[in-house]
C-alpha cells in the first residue's frame, strides 16, 4: 500500500517563495504528482516526476528524490491566487497488477498580503 | 464544453435510496476514475476502470458499484445510501499525454448529501 504526508496548512507572504514537503511510502513506485485545489473545485494537474532531481515549469517547481521518498513543491513569487489546496499524489502498485494514484490529504496554503 | 462532466452536480437524498452518479468524457481516454473526497481525509479512490472490460476496486469500494457502459461513460452506483457517503465525489480521466504523464483530469464534482 501507500503512505503519504504532507504538513495540512501552511501560510507565505504575497511576492515570497515557499516549499510544500511530501514524504511517502510505497510498494512499485511508478510517479508522484502535484495537484492544486481551489475551494470547491477540482484539482487540477501542476507537475509529474518519475525521475530523481527537479522539474521547473514557471513559476512552479516540483522535486523528487525516489531513495528517501521525499518530494517538494517549490512555488515562487506568490500571488493571492496560489492560495489553494496542494495535493501529493504518488502512482503505486495497487497489488492486483496494475497502479493506481493514491492522494495525500493536501496542503492547505494561504498567501497573505 | 467541459471535457470531463458530472451529473449531478447537488443531491440531496435519505438514508436507504439507490443513487448513481454519472460521468462522461470527450476527451477519448480509455482510464477512468471514481473519487469521494472528505474533508481531513483527502481524495480517496472508490473504483477505476482502464478500459470498457476492466473494472477494479479502489481504496474505499465498499457500498458502491460502478458501469462502465462506454469508453467515454462510467457511472457510480449507492445501491443503499448511508449518511457516512455524504462526501464530494469526483468523475476522472487519463491517458499517456505527449510527454508520457499519466495526468489525470477531473470532472466538476458532485456533491451528494445523505439524511
Known amino acids: 500500500g501507500q503512505n503519504i504526508d504532507q504538513p495540512t496548512e501552511m501560510t507565505a507572504t504575497e511576492g515570497a517563495i515557499v516549499q510544500i514537503n511530501c514524504t511517502y511510502q510505497?510498494?512499485?513506485?511508478?510517479?508522484l504528482f502535484w495537484y492544486q485545489q481551489h475551494a470547491g473545485e477540482a484539482p487540477t494537474f501542476l507537475s509529474y516526476?518519475?525521475?530523481?532531481g527537479l522539474e521547473e515549469k514557471g513559476r512552479f517547481s516540483s522535486f523528487l528524490s525516489r531513495s528517501k521518498g521525499y518530494s517538494y513543491l517549490l512555488l515562487k513569487e506568490l500571488q493571492m491566487k496560489d492560495s489553494a489546496s496542494y495535493l501529493c499524489a504518488v502512482e503505486g502498485d495497487s497489488g492486483a497488477g496494475s497502479y493506481q494514484l493514491t492522494f495525500g490529504k493536501g496542503t492547505k496554503l494561504s498567501v497573505i498580503p | 464544453d467541459a471535457d470531463v462532466t458530472q451529473t449531478p452536480r447537488n443531491r440531496i437524498t435519505k438514508t436507504g435510496k439507490r443513487i448513481m452518479l454519472e460521468c462522461s468524457q470527450t476527451?477519448?481516454?480509455?482510464?477512468m476514475y471514481w473519487y469521494r473526497q472528505d474533508p481531513g481525509l483527502g481524495l480517496r479512490l472508490i473504483y477505476y476502470?482502464?478500459?470498457?472490460?476492466?473494472?477494479n476496486k479502489g481504496e474505499i469500494s465498499d457500498g458502491y458499484s460502478v458501469s462502465r457502459q462506454a469508453q467515454a461513460k462510467f457511472s457510480l452506483s449507492l445501491e443503499s445510501a448511508i449518511p457516512n457517503q455524504t462526501a464530494l465525489y469526483f468523475c476522472?480521466?487519463?491517458?499517456?499525454?505527449?510527454?508520457?504523464?499519466?495526468?489525470?483530469?477531473f470532472g466538476p464534482g458532485t456533491r451528494l448529501t445523505v439524511l
Open positions: 476527451k477519448g481516454h480509455d482510464r
Open positions: 510505497t510498494s512499485g513506485f511508478n510517479g
Open positions: 516526476n518519475v525521475l530523481d
Open positions: 476502470s482502464f478500459d470498457v472490460k476492466d473494472i
Open positions: 476522472a480521466t487519463s491517458d499517456l499525454n505527449g510527454r508520457g504523464d499519466r495526468e489525470q483530469f
